[in-house]
Nanobody, 115 residues
Framework: QEQLTERGGGLVQPGGSLILSCTAS????????MHWYRQTSEKSRELVAG???????DYADSVKGRFTIYRDNPTRVMYLQMDKLKSDDTAVYYC?????????WGQGTQVTVSS
């Protein structure tokens, strides 16, 4: 089973910034559509942003203009730059890769926005 390795997350004040990273194998990075999801104890898992292998990206309305998803193909790392963070952004963030019926998840990383 191939893995996705996430890094980043932590505690940040409202209005601050954080960056998450997700490292994948070469095979996944070349073929799979990749995403960031988030989940809280009160809400079901929701899609935050997605990016195709060619770099085309899409975002949830709640994060448009504040979050940026991008990928560095040579190092096989996908990033989520999160700016102007709000308390509502507090959640466990998951890296995800999808191709046909294959659906791979990272272990999740906690992001807490609080003063």
């Amino acid at each position: 089973q191939e893995q996705l390795t996430e890094r980043g997350g932590g505690l940040v004040q409202p209005g601050g910034s954080l960056i998450l990273s997700c490292t994948a194998s070469t095979r996944i990075f070349r073929q799979y559509e990749m995403h960031w999801y988030r989940q809280t104890s009160e809400k079901s898992r929701e899609l935050v942003a997605g990016i195709l292998s060619g770099g085309v990206a899409d975002y949830a309305d709640s994060v448009k203009g504040r979050f940026t998803i991008y990928r560095d193909n040579p190092t096989r790392v996908m990033y989520l730059q999160m700016d102007k963070l709000k308390s509502d952004d507090t959640a466990v963030y998951y890296c995800n890769a999808q191709f046909d019926a294959d659906d791979i998840w990272g272990q999740g990383t906690q992001v807490t926005v609080s003063s």
